[in-house]
């Protein structure tokens, strides 16, 4: 995709606009086309980012990453590397999916734990959960004199 045609047609539209003014707004136009080119650029790479983010959000698996060649992005799918290691033997042997909304501070330590692991940030997760759902013995875990967990009647 190139970013030309959106950054001159917005200049475009900016001398048009000035056209209708006297030399004073035409040369004041003439200097505001130039800089504007450069940050519209910018601004535009910015909404294909989010645009990435987006999408991403809305995929089972993978992301979506915007690469620059030049100053050209493009959008390219990556698919996650590294998936979750098989789940426990028993009644567990179904997969299931759940979304999971996370502060961007707890998502950013997590991403940073799988990554000095080397294995993926679903991995990770995995085997954390994993970690301490087994040690919690099924929903009960003592600690010292206390019980906690649930109960019926």
């Known amino acids: 995709m190139e970013l030309r045609p959106f950054v001159e047609g917005l ?3 900016l001398e048009g606009i000035a056209a209708v003014g006297d030399d004073a707004v035409a040369e004041a136009a003439r200097r505001l086309t130039s800089a504007v080119g450069a940050s519209a650029g910018l601004r535009l790479l910015d909404a294909l980012t989010e645009a990435a983010l987006e999408v991403s959000e809305q995929l089972p698996a993978g992301h979506v990453e915007i690469r620059l060649s ?4 493009s959008f390219v799918y990556v698919e996650e590397e590294g998936e979750a290691p ?3 033997a028993g009644d567990d042997a179904m997969v299931a999916r759940i979304s999971l909304r996370l502060p961007e501070g707890l998502k950013l330590a997590i991403e940073a734990a799988a990554t000095r692991e080397g294995v993926s940030v679903n991995a990770w997760l995995v085997r954390s959960l994993a970690r301490a759902v087994g ?3 099924g ?9 906690t967990g649930f109960g019926r009647s």
Do not use: E, F, H, I
């Not at 030049?70 to 992005?73: F, I, K, L, N, S």
């Not at 929903?139 to 019980?147: A, F």
């Open 11 to 13: 200049q475009a539209d």
């Open 135 to 137: 040690s919690s013995g």
């Open 139 to 147: 929903g009960r875990r003592s600690s010292g004199n206390r019980l």
């Open 70 to 73: 030049g100053q050209d992005p």
């Open 86 to 88: 098989a789940p426990p």
